[in-house]
Structures are given as C-alpha cells and as structure tokens.
C-alpha cells in the first residue's frame, strides 16, 4: 500500500455504469464538483485527485434501494450493484479523522447518480499514528486489572437500566461483586441522571466495590457511563478515577470520535465504547458504514473495548455479521492497537458455546443482564453458569452433556432455552 494515500472500498448501486458512478464519487470527494471550474488543472487533479482502483460488479436489482435517484436517458430499469475502492491522497485530510471523514463519507450518499452506497473497509496509513497512539489499555491491560486469562472477562449489565435508587444500586453492586463477576457497567441510558447525579452514584458504587474487595480480594471492573457533553469529559473522567474506579464508559456515536480521541489523551483507565445509535446508521445494507471501517476509527481514537453485538440476541444484526465484527476488532491496525470486543444483547450461558466456535477466541468480553441476574439461583449462578459454558466450549463439549455435570448449567438451560 502507497502510505501517502488511503484506501476506501464501497458497495454502491446505481442506474448507471459502475464506472461512470465511480468517477463521480472520485471527483466529488477530491478535486471536482458537478461542472470543471478554472483551476482544475490536470496536474491538480493529479496530485490531488482521488482514484479509481478497482470495480467489481456484484449483481442487479429492478428496483432502486433507496429514493431520490437519477435515471440515464432511456434507462433499461437496471441498477447495477458492485464494490469499487477508492484511493485518496493523504494530504488532502492529514491524519484526521474528522477530515478523513469528510473525504471517504462525505457527500457521497446524496449523489443522485447512486441509489445505494456503503462504506465497506479503509486502509488507514501508518502517519495516522502520530496523531492517533490508540488504545491505553486493549486486551491486554483489561485483563491484567481484572486478573482474568484463559478465558472471557464475563460481566453484567446494571438493570433496571435506569430509575433504580441509590440505596438499591449499592445492595445490587454488592451482590454482584460476592458472585465473583468480573465486570459490571452502567446502562447507556444512565449517565448523569438528576435522581442519580454520576459523582453520587460513583460513590455508591465504589464503598460497595471496595467493601466486597476487602472481603473477597477480587476488585471487579467498573464501567461508569461518563457520556456527556466534550467539556464534561474530564470533569466525569476525574471522579471516577478519584475515587478509585478502574473503567469509564462512553456512547461514541454521542460524544463523536473527536470527544473520545479528547478522553484518550488523558484517560487513566480503559475506555468502554458503546455503540449505541448504531442501527440508525447501518442498518440499511446500501447505506452507511460496515462495522469494519468504524470499528478502525474507534480504535484509533482510544477504544479499549468495542461492542459487537452478540450471536442469537435480541437486535436484528445476523450472527455473521456480529462475528465478523469480532474478527475485525482483533485484527492488528497500525502495528497494534488491541481493542476487546464486548459480546452482548439478549446473552446467556447457552450463547457461549456458539460465540466460541464462531469466533474461535476466548478474547472477548461476554455480558448478560437478564442471562446472569434472572438465573434461577441468582446473580453468582447465572456467573458460574457462564463461566462452565464457555469451560465446556474451549474444551470441545457440549451444553448439553456439561450440564449433566453442572446443576447450575442445566437450571440456566431450563431457563433461558425455552
């Protein structure tokens, strides 16, 4: 890969040639506009110019994905559909993800020549690393603050996810605690709340976290929802860190890739990255971006820990794609920048054996609300439960017959299968 320029591939559909809507994505987003303008010089458009690399038709559909398109004179009622990739000059945008942004996903989906385009993948260049040093923590440093290896870092969800006193959320964080989990966070709903303003709730948190840590010696893992406005970052990073807490969680699609590339620079803890808003985005297959590309942007901003979604959940996303999203986060960008996928959504022990032998790895985080605190047994053996799931998924055996082994595993089947 030429490190002076970035590549981006696209899915696009269009009622023109491939070639033709390629060219107008290439010109839009570099040195063109709808007409030549004096100055567009062809040593210009040389220098500065995207590029076409190469077109891949995919197939045809009689109808357009989405509204608002254009049609060629005597069109046939054909849209084309294929992937093409795009190289970009990097000094057009410099190592910036803002700016990268505006170039490889711009003002490309209101082209009327395209009835559908997604941002499928980028390459990003190895300059990105002087601006962008990643993740503090990764993998690797969530697991030596948590103490977990050989296997998941399995934790649980705060619920009701929001509206839950104080008093309620200390005894719930206690409970967890003794059941030996290894990671708890907020909801995404519940950041700053007035009923339960962060700087009391952290409090709250904390005296139980630490009250069953002297009891237990196991600190579990924290993340606290600081999500708010940029200026509010540091102040809400500040009090959890104060007090001694070891995560902070932020909505990255709320506070943007800027605010969590600002919360990096200081950060003394992992930064869990909720996706939340997601769907909104990419639900669409011809519009949007593919996990792929934006978990890269995520990491490169500081994301010690992605949400993927989880394989036979509660969302609309197929298993393939959650697994592709598992992959992705564990391929090195960069020479690095280790970030853990976070399992979650409508997970339960019986989703561990699947999660493994799709994913082929135990570096993940797995997260159960109702699949760890409705086990009929309670917080600790909806725990345990996981935990023997993924022992019997590493080891090759089925739910089933570990079960037979494990009263606490067939009580969470009989529970949560039906």
């Known amino acids: 890969m030429n490190q002076n320029r970035l590549l981006a591939r696209y899915r696009i559909e ?3 040639s491939l070639e033709h809507a390629a060219e107008v994505i290439a010109g839009e987003q570099s040195t063109g506009t709808f007409i030549s303008v004096p100055g567009e010089t062809a040593s210009l458009k040389e220098r500065f110019g995207a590029m076409v690399v190469s077109i891949t038709e995919t197939g045809e559909v009689m109808s357009p994905s989405l509204p608002g398109g254009k049609v060629p004179n005597n069109h046939d009622g054909v849209y084309k559909q294929g992937e093409i990739v795009l190289s970009f000059p990097i000094e057009n945008f410099g190592p910036s993800i803002p700016n990268l942004l505006s170039a490889v996903a711009g003002n490309l989906s209101e082209l009327q020549e395209l009835s559908g385009l997604r941002l499928l993948d980028i390459e990003i260049p190895q300059e990105f690393s002087k601006a962008y040093k990643g993740p503090k923590f990764g993998i690797e440093g969530t697991r030596k603050l948590t103490g977990v290896y050989g296997r998941p870092i399995i934790g649980t969800i705060v619920k009701p996810s929001i509206g839950l006193p104080l008093d309620q959320l200390e005894k719930l964080v206690t409970k967890l605690g003794l059941a030996g989990l290894d990671f708890i966070k907020d909801d995404e709903l519940n950041s700053n709340p007035a009923f339960a303003p962060l700087e009391k709730r952290v409090e709250v948190v904390m005296r139980a976290i630490n009250r069953v840590a002297d009891k237990t010696g196991k600190k579990v893992m924290y993340a606290f929802n600081i999500t708010g406005d940029i200026e509010e970052l540091k102040r809400n990073h500040d009090i959890v860190v104060k007090a001694g807490g070891n995560c ?4 990255i699609n709320s506070v943007g890739y800027t605010g969590l590339t600002y919360l990096n620079k200081f950060s003394e803890v992992p930064i869990h990255g909720h996706r939340n808003q997601w769907g909104m985005l990419t639900r669409c297959p011809m519009l949007g971006m593919e ?6 942007l995520c990491r490169l901003a500081g994301a010690d820990h992605m949400h993927v979604n989880g394989l036979n959940g509660k969302f609309y996303e197929s298993n393939e794609s959650v697994v592709r999203s598992i992959k992705a986060c ?3 960008i960069l020479d690095g920048y280790s970030s853990m996928p976070v399992v979650s959504s409508g997970q339960w022990a019986g989703t561990a ?3 493994y032998k799709a994913a082929e790895t135990v570096d993940v985080m797995h997260l159960a609300g109702g699949g760890i605190l ?3 047994d309670g917080a600790a053996a909806g725990f345990e439960s996981m935990r023997l799931a993924w022992e ?3 080891q090759g055996d089925s739910l089933d017959n570990y079960a037979n082994k494990h009263d606490v595993l067939k009580k969470a089947i009989d529970k949560f299968s039906k």
């Open 248 to 251: 902070v969680m932020v909505s």
């Open 330 to 332: 564990l391929e090195p």
């Open 353 to 355: 054996i699947d999660t």
């Open 374 to 376: 409705a086990h009929p």
């Open 291 to 296: 996990f792929t590309a934006y978990q890269k």
């Open 392 to 394: 019997a998924a590493v």
């Open 14 to 16: 269009t009622a023109y």
